[in-house]
């Protein structure tokens, strides 16, 4: 399993670490190490991260707030933690360009496709900030939008979970793990591993999806290097 360019989909979550909100620094320098290894491999790597650690669109709406208010503050939010991904980053060397769906000019560039596809080519690391930069789309359609867009060979989804799961394993003891499962069969079982809009759009670009521990050190490294970390979702 060789990939020559990935996107790599982090949720704003798994950034928080032990904290119970907000950016834990060692979790993002631990995030930032894993890519800078991928990168030494020649690997293009391409990054969307959620901005649920900070602010979430849907649970603003939940409490009264306009929801087109609360998703631009979301979308907010992901460009915070796209800019704290690319200061870790480049502490250690990488060099990173943040781009965002939403005009931020004086911290990141506008997200300009030719412009982010010639930079995975010069070897920088890409982060996609401002989801779609349309309220009511999750940043998982941003992952999969920008993955087709940049012409991504697959979609690595870092979650805390090792893989797809008959059932929610932290509930049932007694699920087991798919290493291997086709996009009818995630429809079929009701299976969680996108929102509906991010998955039919993998599934109708024929873009696989790879769901993975992103919080095991060297799990990242060892799925690019081609052994059996995480479930593939394919045709």
């Known amino acids: 399993m060789q990939y020559k360019r990935i996107l790599l989909k982090l949720s704003g979550e798994a950034?928080?670490?032990?904290?119970?909100?907000?950016?834990d620094p060692k979790r993002i320098s631990e995030y930032a190490e894993e890519i800078k290894e991928?990168?030494?491999?020649?690997?293009?790597?391409?990054?969307v991260i959620g901005g649920g650690n900070i602010f979430r669109g849907l649970a603003g709406a939940?409490?009264?707030?306009?929801?087109?208010?609360?998703?631009?503050?979301?979308?907010?939010?992901?460009?915070?933690?796209?800019?704290?991904?690319?200061?870790?980053?480049?502490?250690?060397?990488?060099?990173?360009?943040?781009?965002?769906?939403i005009k931020i000019n004086e911290v990141a560039e506008p997200f300009i496709r030719r412009k982010a596809?010639?930079?995975?080519?010069?070897?920088?690391?890409?982060?996609f900030g401002g989801g779609t930069g349309n309220p009511y789309f999750t940043t998982d359609s941003a992952a999969v939008l920008r993955a087709i867009e940049i012409e991504a060979d697959v979609i690595l989804k870092g979650t805390r979970v090792d893989g797809i799961y008959t059932s929610d394993p932290e509930k049932d003891k007694?699920?087991?793990?798919?290493?291997?499962?086709?996009?009818?069969?995630?429809?079929?079982k009701g299976l969680k591993v996108m929102d509906t809009t991010a998955f039919t759009l993998s599934q109708e670009n024929e873009l696989p999806i790879v769901v993975f521990d992103m919080n095991t050190k060297g799990n990242l490294l060892k799925l690019l290097d081609g052994q059996n970390i995480g479930t593939v979702v394919n045709l």
């Not at 991928?38 to 990054?47: P, Q, T, W």
């Open 15 to 23: 950034l928080m670490g032990e904290k119970q909100y907000g950016i």
């Open 38 to 47: 991928v990168v030494a491999k020649g690997i293009e790597v391409a990054i």
């Open 62 to 101: 939940a409490t009264g707030m306009d929801r087109v208010q609360g998703d631009h503050m979301g979308m907010l939010a992901t460009v915070i933690n796209g800019l704290a991904l690319q200061s870790a980053l480049e502490i250690k060397g990488v060099e990173t360009r943040l781009q965002s769906a």
């Open 117 to 127: 596809m010639r930079h995975l080519e010069k070897g920088r690391v890409v982060i």
């Open 174 to 188: 007694t699920a087991t793990k798919f290493d291997t499962i086709s996009f009818a069969d995630v429809l079929l």
